[in-house]
């Protein structure tokens, strides 16, 4: 029923910038956390950045200071804006919904209820 479509991902130099979108089907009335996983191969998704509904932010240890989370007025559209890019930031990036609870980057991901089809981000070494 809702769909979440991930958007900006491809392949960047070391030091370069990409800004990740994810749109939504329609307008989540219980949404009050959105975030962005990511998942590189062989290895298990993990949080990149949250947003609530009061605005709050938080990053993992690894993005503090590259990334930046945001969202449209409406708050339909999340985006993701990457700078400083590096090797180890190459993944597949998912962005996601809950309804309530915890929302930072170190929620389980299996909290999250609905999901996008990923956009992947690759950064050559």
């Known amino acids: 029923q809702v769909q979440l479509v991930e958007s900006g991902g491809g392949s960047v130099q070391a030091g370069g910038s990409l800004r990740l979108s994810c749109a939504a089907s329609q307008y989540i009335s219980d949404t009050v956390c959105m975030g962005w996983f990511r998942q590189a191969p062989g290895k298990t998704r993990e949080g990149v950045a949250t947003?609530?509904?009061?605005?709050?932010?938080t990053y993992a240890p690894s993005v503090t200071g590259r990334f930046t989370i945001y969202q449209d007025n409406a708050k339909n559209t999340l985006f993701l804006q990457m700078n400083s890019l590096k090797p180890e930031d190459t993944a597949m990036y998912y962005c996601?919904?809950?309804?309530?609870?915890?929302?930072?980057?170190?929620?389980?991901?299996?909290?999250?209820?609905?999901w996008g089809q990923g956009t992947q981000v690759t950064v050559p070494s």
């Open positions: 947003i609530n509904s009061r605005g709050d932010k």
């Open positions: 996601a919904t809950r309804t309530g609870g915890s929302c930072t980057a170190g929620t389980p991901e299996w909290l999250f209820r609905y």
